[in-house]
């Protein structure tokens, strides 16, 4: 078994049911989900001209290895019809490994660990609550401190569910 973190993101449509759908079908496709982080309602990254996302970090126990359970989140998304649009822009779902294990790969359509959690609040914020001491081997310092040196500025506030 091994340990996956991952990052799911919403800013389209009914956004906590994407979340919610997506976290049924990780766990029924990929593997048990033991934590997951609250949910944080988040500002757009990249391009801002877009609606605020809903975020939140799973992290699961999988038997599948790293490229099976990148096509398992493919299927997922599609099954949730992900429209795919433009790079950093609006999106029903985007699920990212953040972390596989200690697996290190850089391949054209697999970067483990994910290349810019160090640049995103919106991803530190969430794995740091639920791995504060998960260390990153080529920033070579934990997750929880990789938190206090990012210089992304963007607003990350829990996300208050009125339902």
């Not at 009914?14 to 593997?31: N, W």
């Not at 877009?50 to 359970?69: A, C, R, Y």
Request: charged share 30%.
């Amino acid at each position: 078994m091994q340990t996956v973190y991952l990052l799911l993101g919403s800013n389209v449509g009914d956004r906590m049911d994407y979340l919610k759908k997506a976290s049924i079908s990780i766990e029924s496709k990929i593997g048990k989900i033991v934590k997951k982080s609250q949910v944080y309602e988040t500002e757009p990254w990249g391009e801002k001209e877009q609606d605020d996302f809903l975020n939140i970090v799973l992290e699961i126990q999988t038997k599948l290895n790293p490229t099976t359970t990148l096509e398992k989140i493919k299927e997922i998304e599609s099954l949730l019809e992900r429209e795919e649009t433009y790079k950093w822009g609006p999106r029903e779902i985007d699920i990212d490994i953040l972390f596989f294990g200690d697996e290190m790969i850089s391949e054209v359509n697999l970067t483990i660990p994910h290349p810019f959690i160090h640049e995103r609040k919106f991803t530190l914020v969430p794995l740091s609550e639920i791995a504060p001491d998960l260390y990153h081997p080529f920033m070579g310092t934990t997750v929880v401190e990789l938190l206090l040196e990012c210089e992304d500025m963007s607003d990350v506030k829990p996300f208050k569910n009125l339902n």
